[in-house]
Structures are given as structure tokens and as C-alpha cells.
């Protein structure tokens, strides 16, 4: 079998089908190497399986499963070194009868690194791994903050990182009276103006010239959180950039993944927002321009074949084998792909013109 390294709009359609195989029994096989690892010592492990899987006590599955492994290492020993990107192999027993055989194997280079070693047989393949790297083209910073602590960290996809926790080390209670307590909270109200820019000047640190950080969320206390705002210790660049502020206690790295719960309304409204753009220009050029923005099956497939579409809009809700012929012509033509919901007023009407549309660079 040839290696195929996918692209993610490649990866897209290859989890959708892969996602409808399912085993009768834990007899679904997946593999992940890494770039760089030993493929014999992964062939060994197998090796290791097959002798393991005598003991299944289920006639068929021993079998489905034995057969499986045998086609993973056979074609490992093809390799004497990793793809650039690492290595994904699925093997199993797809037959939809019962009782019959029909073992597929699939072996792909992702189109990003794969970051872990996996062995695993279960009654599905694992798809989490490929299906993050189709979230991550896109970040958002995360700040939670008071004046004692900040935790900064990111959401890649569905994942939240943890980058940096810093204290201020500012005392928290004042014993002396009359002017020494205002002298005291002259000193911390200065400590506390350092530790803002301390706050800032890593965040900058992190995120400012980072091209996929399309936002900034914020959470803590009132009114620490309004204080750092409001006193705009970030620069413009960022400062710009900050899409929701939430209220919240915990300053901690669990307190990340805190501000991403009060934040899901935020996040959504991003993507909304991105969709609602997208159609918005589609609409535009169909009003202004309906010989250069297409909407039906034949005129689409025509323009992308001709190389004349600059974006392709598909719904989530169009036709699957229809969509997949227009988005592999799409990548094979450098087209940008565009998917949409239907949970917009624009994206119901897009659905209710037929689902599919494109932008054309030039007339023909």
C-alpha cells in the first residue's frame, strides 16, 4: 500500500469515513509513530500482540485480529525510517455482514507531527489525535489574574496549555495604622502596578507575534481584571484583541480551563462571526456579480475545474459524496475551502439556495 500524506482538508474527509467503521468485538487496530521512532521496535511490539491475541477465546475475533496485525507489520517493514510528519496505521474487520471477513488496512502521514507513540485494539479506531490537528490552526490567549497570582496559558482546538504562572509576592494584610497603613498601601498599590507589567510584558512575550492567536480571554476577580484593562498595560496590538473578560476566583491553572467554560458563548460567537463574513461576501458577489459566484453542482464543478474559483463555501449540511468530489478538485486547485453551519439566518439561507457555492477570482 502507498503511503499518502494528507492535507487537512484531506484529513477531514479520511476521519469522516474512518469514523463509520466500527468493530463487532475489540478487533479495530491503531497504531501512532512518531517522527524519528524505531519502526522495528514498534514491529516487535506487534509481533508481541500477535502472540497475545492466541488467547482470545472468540474464534472470529482472534482471527480478524491476528490478520490485522499481520497486515500492520508487514507493511512497517517497508519503512526504514518515519515520514517527516510521523505515521498513522488503522487496520480491522470492516465487512458490514456477520460472520464474513473483509480486513481493510489504511496507513497515512498526517499533516502535522504526530506527538505520541499508541497501540491500541478496541471496538473503534482512535481518531482524537488526527481529529485535534484540525483545530489548531487557530489559538486563543487565556489570562486568569488578581493581585496575588496569573496563569497564562492557550487553547489550541479543544486542548488548553498551561505557559506560565506567576505571584506577586505582595503581602496581603496591613497591621499599622494611620500613615503607615496609607504609606502601606501606597507600596502595594505600587508592587501591584509592577506585577501588571510584569503580567503584560509576558503575555506580549507569548502571543504577540503569533499569527494563529485570534483572541485573548481574561478572567478574575473585580476589580483586578478591570484594573489591568482599564490601565491598558498591554499593548495596543493586544490590548485589541481581548474578546471577552469573565468574573472568576480561581487564578490557578485549573482556573484555564474555568475561564474557557464562561467563555464558550464568546468562542462561539467567533466562529459565527467568521461565517456570517464569509456569506456575507458570497451574498455581496452574487448580487453584484451572480457570473462569477455559482451555486449549482454542474456551474461550481465547471469553475473549480477551470481553476477559476478563489473560495468554494460548502455546508455541513450538503450532500457528502457530492461535497467530497468538489472539495478534492478544490485542493488539487490551491482553492480555500470554506465550511458552514446552518445556525446562522445567512447560513440557512445559503442552505435553502442549495448548499453550495463558490467565488470565482476571474470570469470565463
Request: glycine share 8%; net charge negative.
Given at each position: 500500500?502507498v503511503?499518502?500524506?494528507l492535507?487537512?482538508?484531506e484529513?477531514e474527509d479520511?476521519?469522516?469515513e474512518?469514523?463509520?467503521h466500527?468493530?463487532?468485538?475489540t478487533?479495530?487496530?491503531?497504531v501512532y509513530?512518531?517522527?524519528?521512532?524505531?519502526t522495528n521496535?514498534?514491529?516487535r511490539?506487534l509481533?508481541?500482540?500477535?502472540?497475545?491475541?492466541k488467547?482470545?477465546?472468540?474464534?472470529?475475533?482472534r482471527?480478524n485480529?491476528?490478520?490485522?496485525l499481520?497486515?500492520?507489520?508487514?507493511?512497517?517493514?517497508?519503512?526504514?525510517?518515519t515520514?517527516?510528519?510521523?505515521l498513522?496505521i488503522f487496520a480491522?474487520?470492516?465487512s458490514?455482514?456477520?460472520?464474513q471477513?473483509?480486513?481493510?488496512?489504511?496507513?497515512?502521514?498526517?499533516?502535522?507531527?504526530v506527538?505520541?507513540?499508541?497501540y491500541r485494539c478496541?471496538?473503534?479506531?482512535v481518531?482524537?489525535?488526527?481529529?485535534?490537528?484540525m483545530e489548531?490552526?487557530?489559538?486563543?490567549a487565556?489570562?486568569?489574574m488578581?493581585r496575588k497570582?496569573?496563569?497564562?496559558?492557550?487553547?489550541?482546538?479543544k486542548?488548553?496549555?498551561m505557559?506560565?504562572?506567576?505571584?506577586s509576592g505582595i503581602?496581603s494584610?496591613?497591621?499599622a495604622g494611620g500613615?503607615?497603613?496609607q504609606r502601606?498601601?501606597?507600596?502595594?498599590e505600587?508592587?501591584t502596578?509592577?506585577?501588571y507589567?510584569r503580567?503584560?510584558a509576558?503575555t506580549k512575550?507569548?502571543?504577540?507575534?503569533?499569527?494563529?492567536?485570534?483572541?485573548?480571554l481574561?478572567g478574575?476577580?473585580?476589580?483586578?481584571?478591570d484594573e489591568?484593562?482599564?490601565?491598558?498595560f498591554?499593548?495596543?496590538q493586544?490590548?485589541?484583541?481581548?474578546?471577552g473578560?469573565?468574573?472568576q476566583?480561581?487564578t490557578?491553572?485549573?482556573?484555564?480551563?474555568?475561564?474557557?467554560e464562561?467563555?464558550?458563548?464568546?468562542l462561539?460567537?467567533?466562529?459565527i462571526?467568521?461565517?456570517?463574513?464569509?456569506?456575507?461576501?458570497?451574498?455581496?458577489?452574487?448580487?453584484?456579480s451572480?457570473?462569477i459566484?455559482?451555486?449549482k453542482?454542474?456551474?461550481?464543478?465547471?469553475?473549480?475545474?477551470?481553476?477559476?474559483?478563489?473560495?468554494?463555501?460548502?455546508?455541513?449540511k450538503?450532500?457528502?459524496?457530492l461535497?467530497k468530489?468538489l472539495?478534492?478538485?478544490?485542493v488539487?486547485m490551491?482553492t480555500?475551502i470554506e465550511?458552514?453551519s446552518?445556525e446562522?439566518e445567512?447560513?440557512?439561507?445559503?442552505?435553502s439556495?442549495?448548499?453550495i457555492?463558490?467565488?470565482?477570482?476571474f470570469k470565463?
Amino acid at each position: 500500500m502507498v503511503l499518502k500524506k494528507l492535507t487537512k482538508q484531506e484529513l477531514e474527509d479520511f476521519l469522516e469515513e474512518m469514523k463509520n467503521h466500527k468493530g463487532r468485538a475489540t478487533e479495530m487496530i491503531t497504531v501512532y509513530v512518531p517522527a524519528g521512532y524505531d519502526t522495528n521496535a514498534v514491529q516487535r511490539q506487534l509481533e508481541g500482540e500477535v502472540s497475545t491475541a492466541k488467547n482470545i477465546k472468540s474464534t472470529a475475533t482472534r482471527k480478524n485480529v491476528t490478520e490485522s496485525l499481520e497486515k500492520i507489520i508487514r507493511e512497517l517493514k517497508e519503512y526504514k525510517v518515519t515520514p517527516d510528519n510521523g505515521l498513522a496505521i488503522f487496520a480491522g474487520n470492516v465487512s458490514p455482514v456477520d460472520g464474513q471477513t473483509d480486513i481493510q488496512i489504511w496507513e497515512i502521514e498526517p499533516p502535522e507531527e504526530v506527538g505520541l507513540r499508541l497501540y491500541r485494539c478496541d471496538k473503534t479506531f482512535v481518531l482524537e489525535p488526527l481529529e485535534e490537528m484540525m483545530e489548531v490552526d487557530e489559538i486563543y490567549a487565556l489570562l486568569v489574574m488578581d493581585r496575588k497570582e496569573a496563569t497564562i496559558g492557550q487553547l489550541v482546538g479543544k486542548k488548553i496549555e498551561m505557559l506560565q504562572n506567576m505571584t506577586s509576592g505582595i503581602p496581603s494584610k496591613v497591621r499599622a495604622g494611620g500613615q503607615s497603613s496609607q504609606r502601606f498601601h501606597r507600596i502595594t498599590e505600587g508592587l501591584t502596578k509592577d506585577f501588571y507589567k510584569r503580567i503584560a510584558a509576558e503575555t506580549k512575550n507569548l502571543f504577540y507575534e503569533n499569527e494563529k492567536m485570534k483572541g485573548i480571554l481574561i478572567g478574575g476577580p473585580i476589580p483586578t481584571k478591570d484594573e489591568f484593562i482599564d490601565g491598558k498595560f498591554l499593548p495596543t496590538q493586544l490590548q485589541e484583541k481581548v474578546i471577552g473578560v469573565k468574573d472568576q476566583g480561581d487564578t490557578s491553572e485549573s482556573g484555564l480551563g474555568e475561564l474557557v467554560e464562561l467563555s464558550q458563548d464568546v468562542l462561539a460567537n467567533q466562529e459565527i462571526i467568521h461565517e456570517k463574513k464569509i456569506l456575507e461576501r458570497f451574498f455581496d458577489s452574487l448580487g453584484a456579480s451572480p457570473e462569477i459566484t455559482p451555486y449549482k453542482y454542474d456551474d461550481v464543478e465547471k469553475a473549480l475545474n477551470y481553476g477559476a474559483v478563489d473560495t468554494l463555501i460548502i455546508s455541513k449540511k450538503y450532500d457528502k459524496e457530492l461535497a467530497k468530489k468538489l472539495k478534492d478538485i478544490a485542493v488539487n486547485m490551491g482553492t480555500t475551502i470554506e465550511i458552514v453551519s446552518d445556525e446562522t439566518e445567512e447560513g440557512n439561507q445559503f442552505l435553502s439556495l442549495g448548499g453550495i457555492g463558490a467565488i470565482q477570482r476571474f470570469k470565463f
